[in-house]
């Protein structure tokens, strides 16, 4: 899994570049988020998977289109870290509740370039 959305709409874009590229990809619970929506949060979204082979260069493909975590008044997260300003919203979804109720973890950033995980300001 290189990546989770919360609609399907929204991994199609990704799915025909990578594919267009040559890389087989694969939509885990495309059809239940499409099905209802509103469970998208509580079972993660929609899963863009990719073979383990694959998974550098779909990455990298992935990383060049792929829009970056905001704060509320609309600029890019900074990472405190290496000051790098790509950042995708995080959840560890660490314990059962959390497995199941992934909405309700606090929101964290995880730089795509140090790893570092901060929470928001």
Request: net charge positive; glycine share 4%; with cysteine.
């Amino acid at each position: 899994t290189i990546g989770a959305f919360e609609f399907a709409a929204d991994v199609h874009i990704i799915k025909l570049k990578l594919e267009s590229e040559g890389i087989a990809v694969f939509l885990k619970d495309e059809n239940i988020v499409n099905t209802d929506p509103a469970i998208s949060h509580a079972i993660g979204g929609v899963k863009l998977q990719v073979y383990s082979k694959d998974r550098e260069k779909a990455m990298a493909i992935y990383d060049s289109i792929r829009s970056y975590a905001k704060d509320n008044k609309g600029q890019l997260i900074t990472c405190p870290n290496c000051k790098a300003k790509r950042s995708e919203i995080f959840y560890a979804r660490k314990g059962l509740f959390h497995k199941l109720f992934p909405f309700l973890e606090p929101r964290k950033y995880r730089c795509l370039q140090c790893q570092m995980i901060t929470k928001p300001s």
